[in-house]
């Protein structure tokens, strides 16, 4: 891979959000996301910051990353690295955890083979989607292996599960709305102070965090196209341009315009000339 070829990602085909990604430099700046970030380094160095220490992960080693961390990502050598991730919800571990607190990995880097063949089983193979069953084992195989490895987060109390669940699909089915802790304490019929504690233990994020992480999931589907950027904060539930600019960039460490340059399709060698000059321009590097 040559030092100057550029930076790229790329997406795998289904719902579940996995992809290949090729970087270099600050990739990456200080973000929070709301689901872990499971991923297999497959050259260079990756390496980011993380819970106050400089973290690094070689060919073949394994990163998670637990939701709300902050983070940022970066190439630890000056050269590009590359690594294939998969975006997990906890909401998808729930049912193998039985209602029990997010398993904590505080290393970030591992090279527990067990967990290996559960980030291999996810990311492995970006070519084709995830089907029913190989996804649902996926999930198991992960939440046994995090939780072998990993602690809970320490939460003293008892989680309604069932409370939780009522409050994330109110939350799901009205995302470009003014959700308030009033209404999550209706649908839910927990005190609203509790249900936000356990929404937190359960889900790795606050109502509101994940309120705004369902926005920016509608805004990048809409940004696939060639909606124009305020047009996508409006529909997504943002106030403004700004709005949507200020938590895009700290839920994922980029800017709206740097997101849409990296996911652009990845070039071709040899390919012909389609009549789009920066298409063609881009097609010399592969």
Excluded: C, K
Aim: hydrophobic share 40%; aromatic share 8%.
């Amino acid at each position: 891979m040559s030092f100057d070829e550029p930076s790229w990602i790329v997406r795998a085909p289904g719902d579940f959000e996995r992809f290949e990604a090729s970087l270099n430099g600050a990739a990456y700046g200080p973000h929070r996301h709301d689901t872990y970030a499971i991923a297999i380094t497959v050259a260079g160095v990756q390496s980011f910051s993380y819970r106050g220490s400089r973290r690094h992960s070689l060919p073949g080693q394994i990163v998670v990353l637990h939701p709300d961390e902050l983070h940022d990502g970066h190439a630890g050598d000056g050269r590009h690295f590359q690594y294939r991730s998969a975006s997990v919800a906890p909401s998808a571990l729930q049912e193998a955890l039985g209602g029990r607190a997010l398993p904590f990995l505080a290393g970030g880097v591992s090279d527990d083979a067990r967990l290996h063949a559960a980030a291999t089983a996810l990311v492995g193979d970006l070519n084709q989607a995830l089907g029913g069953l190989e996804y649902d084992q996926a999930m198991l195989d992960l939440a046994d292996a995090l939780s072998d490895l990993g602690s809970e987060q320490t939460y003293h109390r008892r989680v309604d599960l069932q409370a939780v669940a009522l409050a994330r699909a109110f939350i799901d089915a009205h995302p470009d709305s003014n959700v308030r802790l009033d209404d999550l304490e209706r649908v839910s019929g927990q005190d609203r102070w509790q249900l936000s504690r356990g929404f937190r233990a359960l889900l790795g994020v606050s109502p509101y965090r994940y309120l705004i992480f369902r926005r920016l999931d509608t805004a990048r589907t809409m940004m696939n196209g060639r909606t124009p950027l305020a047009e996508v904060a409006a529909a997504s539930g943002f106030s403004d341009q700004s709005h949507l600019t200020r938590h895009f960039r700290s839920a994922y460490g980029l800017t709206p315009a740097q997101w849409q340059r990296l996911n652009r399709p990845r070039p071709v060698r040899g390919a012909p000339n389609s009549g789009d000059p920066e298409t063609d321009a881009l097609r010399q590097w592969e």
